[in-house]
């Protein structure tokens, strides 16, 4: 049976992944990091043929087409 927890690598690349996003703030890359990490890890215990960037891609697609954005302009608010 294949692991389906992420490594330290993957992990870091999910920060740059926010980071080139448009997150600067780390507690919302901390908190998108988590939701990412275990949206990914549920995606690839039920399909394990997929790769982590297919399922990054289907989990950030999730968010619509702005992205992370609306969730920043809720956070600026705060």
């Not at 999910?14 to 996003?21: A, E, R």
């Not at 968010?63 to 954005?69: C, D, E, P, Q």
Request: charged residues 30%; proline residues 1%; contains cysteine.
């Amino acid at each position: 049976m294949k692991n389906n927890t992420l490594s330290q690598n993957d992990i870091d690349f999910l920060f740059q992944f926010c980071t080139k996003h448009g997150v600067k703030y780390y507690d919302v890359q901390v908190e998108l990091v988590d939701h990412l990490a275990s949206a990914i890890e549920a995606e690839m215990a039920n399909k394990p043929n997929l790769l982590f960037e297919d399922c990054l891609q289907k989990e950030y697609k999730s968010f619509g087409k702005v992205g992370f954005s609306k969730l920043l302009s809720e956070r600026k608010k705060a």
